[in-house]
């Protein structure tokens, strides 16, 4: 029973790893996808024609083409993330889409207001960004300042090894405007080598 379950997850835990969200690819995602794709169809059209050759065009030629184009691009893909990963290449983007930091927002809104927030005045919300170098990081605060915002100071981030840096918005909180707020920081993040690391208030 248990070896039958480790089979399952081993199963589950590769499905998980294909990662089919396209949105998130880096240019190697793609690249890699790209050459899965082409090992996959290629090593499936030369089988195909084999039994085409063989046996003539039939139903089993057809599925034996589906189940191997799956199949070797399923398993080529895996190896292939595997290897540029250990690399050091990414393959997704781990930033998460527009749509869940919207989802997000509106939960932490919710959850500012059921702690008894009155949401109708101005708040100062604390919008968090990280830099893999301090250098990349007085950048983003350098620039922030020149625009008039309020910057903490550079903090450094024990867990990822990297640098922290805090901008204090006041605004009412409604979830346009802190959705704004935030992609306009994140972009000024991005632009200096860094992303946005999510938002609150104290």
């Known amino acids: 029973m248990s070896e039958k379950q480790d089979v399952a997850e081993r199963i589950g835990t590769a499905i998980n ?88 927002n509106r939960n932490t809104l919710q959850r500012m207001a059921d702690a008894g927030m009155d949401m109708s005045v101005d708040q100062l919300l604390d919008f968090w960004h990280r830099f893999k170098t301090r250098k990349n990081a007085e950048s983003m605060n350098r620039e922030a300042r020149q625009l008039g915002y309020r910057v903490g100071p550079i903090e450094t981030n024990n867990e990822s090894g990297g640098y922290d840096v805090q901008v204090r918005i006041k605004l009412v909180p409604t979830l346009e405007a802190v959705n704004k707020a935030e992609q306009t920081l994140a972009s000024l993040a991005e632009r200096n080598g860094g992303h946005n690391d999510g938002w609150g208030s104290k």
């Not at 996808?33 to 059209?45: D, K, W, Y």
């Not at 893909?77 to 997000?104: C, D, H, K």
């Open 17 to 104: 790893e294909l990662d089919i969200d396209f949105s998130r690819f880096t240019v190697v995602g793609w690249i890699v996808t790209l050459l899965s794709l082409a090992v996959g169809g290629g090593i499936a059209f030369y089988v195909g024609y084999l039994m085409v050759q063989r046996n003539g065009l039939d139903k089993a030629a057809g599925l034996v083409f589906c189940f191997i184009i799956i199949g070797v691009t399923t398993v080529t893909f895996i190896a292939l993330r595997s290897l540029v990963v250990r690399i050091g290449f990414p393959v997704t983007n781990n930033r998460p889409s527009a749509t869940e930091v919207a989802v997000s």
